[in-house]
């Protein structure tokens, strides 16, 4: 009930992506909530979890708000309305100091690869998207033509704890299998993976068989029954680098 509740008022006060918005973090926040324990080390946490998953700064206090205002109100029923300014200094320090180090303090010592899944992370992606479109502009070719960004996304929003985390296990495997010839699969954002590939022949059967092989995999765990059925699209890749970035960052929050 508190993990429902929080995330009715976090959506309402502006959290953008429902979708994105339950990872295993918040289940370890509600519980020291409700053991009324000490929640500083469990919003650390959970502020570097906002961070990898690309939510801003200003989103996370926000969502911080949203859980105070949770716990102080005994309203069970309607909307709440967060005071941004009301949480405790020592939670908010807590929560924002975690987001900024896995925003920037990182950087140096930043994984190819999520530890996880396997797959690459966003940052990789961006790199070798940099490499496709010097490639295509010394070869005077559109990256668009050459190249194509399948994206895969499930709806985790009815899934909690670390089921979420196995789905995308899962699709990591089933997309490995499929792209074997040297593509650039990656995970994007909690929910959502993609895969950077030539168009070549034969993409579209395998972007077919990467859908059908997913939802395959998806049904060894029945927590997983809501996500059964992938959702994939292909990406039309934009003219320039710059742009690419910013459509990766828009994907990601999907």
Excluded at 97 to 115: C, H, I, Q, R, V
Excluded at 169 to 190: H, M, T, Y
Excluded at 195 to 219: H, N, Y
């Amino acid at each position: 009930m508190l993990r429902a509740r929080w995330r009715t008022a976090s959506i309402a006060a502006g959290w953008r992506f429902p979708s994105d918005w339950g990872v295993p973090e918040v289940d370890a926040v509600c519980m020291s909530a409700l053991r009324k324990g000490d929640l500083t080390g469990s919003l650390s946490h959970l502020g570097r979890a906002r961070a990898q998953a690309g939510a801003g700064l200003d989103e996370t206090l926000t969502d911080l708000a949203a859980l105070h205002a949770v716990l102080t109100t005994d309203v069970q029923d309607g909307l709440i309305a967060p005071d941004p300014d009301a949480p405790p200094t020592p939670l908010v320090r807590a929560a924002a100091l975690a987001w900024a180090d896995a925003s920037f303090g990182d950087l140096p010592a930043a994984e190819a690869t999520d530890n996880l899944t396997n797959m690459t992370t966003q940052a990789y992606l961006r790199t070798r998207l940099g490499e496709v479109y010097r490639q295509g502009a010394r070869l005077e070719q559109s990256v668009a033509e050459t190249h194509a960004l399948l994206v895969v996304t499930l709806d985790l929003s009815a899934v909690t704890g670390w089921a979420r985390l196995m789905a995308m296990v899962l699709v990591a495997d089933a997309l490995r299998e499929v792209f074997d010839g040297g593509e650039s699969i990656a995970l994007l954002g909690p929910s959502v993976a993609a895969v950077l590939s030539d168009r070549g022949p034969g993409f579209g059967d395998r972007a077919l068989s990467a859908g059908w092989l997913i939802a395959e995999r998806l049904k060894v765990d029945p927590q997983l029954e809501p996500s059964r059925r992938p959702v994939l699209r292909l990406e039309r890749l934009p003219a320039t680098q710059e742009e690419a970035r910013d459509l990766l960052q828009s994907i990601s929050r999907a």
